[in-house]
């Protein structure tokens, strides 16, 4: 289920922080903004000291300053709620808001985000100060809307303080309510670890060897998200009651959250803060690295939960703090790419991060648009340009859907079994790039797609494919399903082990792949990891093409039953001549069985096997351009991206127009490095 949003046109914005500048800059600041065509500014969610400089006083006049001169001058405020950073008066009253490390040692003031969630202390606070600013701001004209905290398991996403330990406790209760039952679902009949008192259950503590029991790791995972999505609920329903015409609406994506949930239960839409500059310096050793682009990637998940979104923050500078010398400068031309990446992928909202490099504290190397100086520069002018093109086609794109055939399946529950299971969750991360740096460089347009407890038929059919690669939870209902979506026409692309665990995350008493078994056509009789000093299997295609292998393989027994196809066989290895591919019809569809862990070459055959439209018949592409499509009332938008540092050759089969420029464009074209167009 994804939210949908609706915007006018396409807005670009900036975060702003009145609190680090002399009031004499603000009209000056606010002044430019409206004049770069900027329309949204966000504000307010790290000063809860000003907020409230001590408990139970609060003081609004700073705020009510900054955004009456914004909304003077046409800019709309969203307004953050303050309790990513507790105030010092507050964690020195009431240590027990801090959150705590595994070991059991606090984290203290002078950082941000030491809290937890389920602090009563910490909760009653945070009622308290966003009752007053959503009081106090409800009916503010000024204020369109609402972020929530900033950044929710940002930094960390793990909590053990004492407050975490007794609702940890209480919702195990709440969900196994037997102890009978939580000892069968944590398998504690292993190792001794049988619970006979509830006093006995706690959050994962440090063990002997230091690897806990992953049913209850699992649990643990659960359980931070759905104290994150709690105390984000409580602050929603709060400026729900004091509101009428704000959305509300938090950013970021972060581990052990379920976004999903989140954004169903408490938000209007989702907002992400996008920081493609991180990929250009990612320690990546992978074939043909994704760097900037990996970001594509998390724009689709985003896309995910709400088809229109927006960016609260988009990187505009390069990036780091006084410990961490990280991202190089943006070269000319990438701010530019970066903000039409987010757009490409369904951004309405873009908002960089931020007005002006601030000059005190960590974060004085995380660049904003303006320089310490404030004098003209570089980014300014490239952000004036996009400014200056979002104003000429936001009316068009605004609203507009992105266009995908194929998606890739997540799953948080396989997200976080996958994270300590390295049996199988590694093979996902591996198999989802593999797929992805396929689709990307072959353009084909991909999405996200959520599997969870609301997913039904009709959501999935949208897919002509859809790829789940290693999915080892795969409970009765998923695979009936899985199975429903193949019958009616679907294809569906699995991998090595999949379908082997239940919901606790212990593994089924079945042929592998489980439930999936009559799907797939096969049942595993052996499987094995590479064995490291030994020659690599290989696995021979359609009798056509060799291709290489790694990390995991299975020796699979097809069921004879005249309707599985074996389009790949090992080689290379002591299961030589044993099927690797199987392909199988179900009903209407197709189900494609891989003993092993893709690769892009072999993504790229199934690419073509399913025969995906690459749109090969309009353009003809480099791979470092990126072909993204968003469509609305018939009419389709093409954003193509060059992520090279070098000009590139594209050619446009059929004539069309350069939204930006209003140039027809035809035939042999030259983009600059990181050149944009968007063709109509
Ligand atoms: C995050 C935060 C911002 C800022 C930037 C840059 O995304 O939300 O407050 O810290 O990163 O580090």
């Known amino acids: 289920m994804t939210k949908k949003w609706t915007a006018e046109k396409l807005m670009l914005g900036v975060c702003y922080y009145p609190e680090h500048w002399s009031e004499e800059l603000w009209d000056d600041d606010f002044q430019r903004m409206k004049d770069l065509g900027f329309t949204y500014v966000r504000m307010g969610e790290f000063a809860w000291t000003i907020f409230e400089p001590e408990e139970g006083v609060y003081s609004f006049d700073l705020f009510d300053r900054a955004i009456e001169k914004a909304h003077k001058l046409g800019l709309k405020t969203v307004l953050g709620t303050p309790t990513a950073t507790p105030p010092a008066w507050l964690t020195h009253k009431y240590p027990d808001v801090l959150n705590v490390s595994q070991a059991g040692i606090p984290y203290q003031h002078g950082a941000r985000r030491h809290y937890n969630y389920n602090s009563e202390n910490y909760r009653r606070l945070s009622t308290a100060i966003v009752t007053e600013m959503a009081k106090h701001y409800g009916d503010n004209p000024g204020v369109v809307g609402w972020q929530i905290d900033n950044e929710l398991n940002c930094e960390i996403d793990v909590f053990y303080s004492e407050a975490d330990h007794l609702a940890f406790r209480k919702w195990a209760k709440e969900k196994y309510k037997t102890l009978e039952k939580l000892n069968k679902a944590w398998g504690t009949v292993f190792w001794n670890q049988t619970y006979t008192s509830w006093d006995q259950v706690y959050l994962t503590r440090i063990t002997v060897p230091n690897s806990p029991n992953p049913h209850h790791m699992l649990d643990e995972k659960r359980f931070i998200s759905d104290s994150a999505i709690s105390y984000a609920k409580m602050q929603g329903d709060i400026i729900r009651k ?106 309405d909202l873009v908002m960089y991060f931020r007005w002006r490099t601030a000059t005190k504290g960590t974060e004085i190397y995380w660049h904003g648009i303006n320089d310490y100086h404030n004098l003209p520069n570089r980014r300014i002018k490239e952000v004036e340009q996009v400014s200056k093109e979002v104003h000429l086609i936001g009316e068009k794109v605004v609203g507009a859907n992105y266009q995908a055939e194929i998606a890739i399946l997540t799953n948080y529950d396989n997200e976080w079994d996958g994270e300590f299971d390295k049996w199988s969750g590694p093979f996902a991360s ?102 490291p000093f030994e020659a690599t299997p290989m696995v021979m295609y359609k009798e056509t093409a060799k291709l290489e292998t790694n990390h995991f393989y299975e020796v699979l027994k097809v069921h004879d039953d005249n309707k599985t196809e074996v389009i790949g066989k090992f080689s290379n290895c002591y299961f030589e001549g044993n099927p690797a591919l199987v392909k199988r019809q179900h009903g209407e569809g197709t189900c494609y069985y891989f003993g092993g862990v893709f690769t892009i070459e072999l993504a790229e055959k199934l690419i073509e096997e399913t025969q995906i439209n690459n749109y090969k018949n309009k353009f003809d592409l480099p791979e470092s351009v990126e072909l993204s499509i968003r469509k609305k009332e018939g009419k389709e938008f093409v954003f193509l991206l060059n992520y090279s540092h070098e000009p590139q050759e594209i050619d446009v089969k059929q004539e069309m127009t350069d939204i930006l420029t209003g140039e027809r464009i035809y035939q042999k074209v030259r983009m600059k490095a990181y050149d944009v167009l968007v063709l109509e």
């Open 242 to 347: 004091y509101t009428s015409n704000q959305w509300i609406t938090t950013n970021g994506m972060f581990k052990h959250l379920d976004n999903h949930k989140l954004t169903n239960e408490v938000l209007d839409f989702y907002a992400y803060d996008s920081y493609p500059n991180f990929g250009r310096v990612l320690e990546d050793e992978s074939e043909k690295p994704l760097r900037d682009r990996k970001w594509s990637w998390n724009l689709s998940v985003v896309r995910s939960i709400s088809a229109n979104f927006a960016i609260f923050e988009q990187q505009s500078g390069p990036g780091g703090w006084v410990t961490r010398l990280e991202q190089p400068s943006p070269n000319p031309g990438q701010l530019r790419l970066w903000t039409y990446q987010s757009i490409a992928h369904g951004a």
């Open 430 to 531: 591996i198999s989802k790039e593999a797929w992805f740096k396929a689709l990307q460089y072959n353009h084909v347009p991909v999405d996200a797609y959520n599997l969870n407890k609301n997913s039904n038929v009709e959501e999935l059919k949208k897919y002509k494919v859809l790829v789940y690669p290693h999915a080892a939870i795969v409970s009765e209902e998923t695979a009936d399903l899985l199975k429903e979506y193949v019958n009616q026409g679907g294809k569906l692309i699995v991998g090595c082990r999949t379908g082997y665990k239940d919901e606790t995350g212990q593994t089924y008493m079945k042929a592998f792949p489980g439930y999936l078994a009559d799907l797939t056509g096969i049942t595993l009789e052996d499987f094995t990891r590479e064995a």
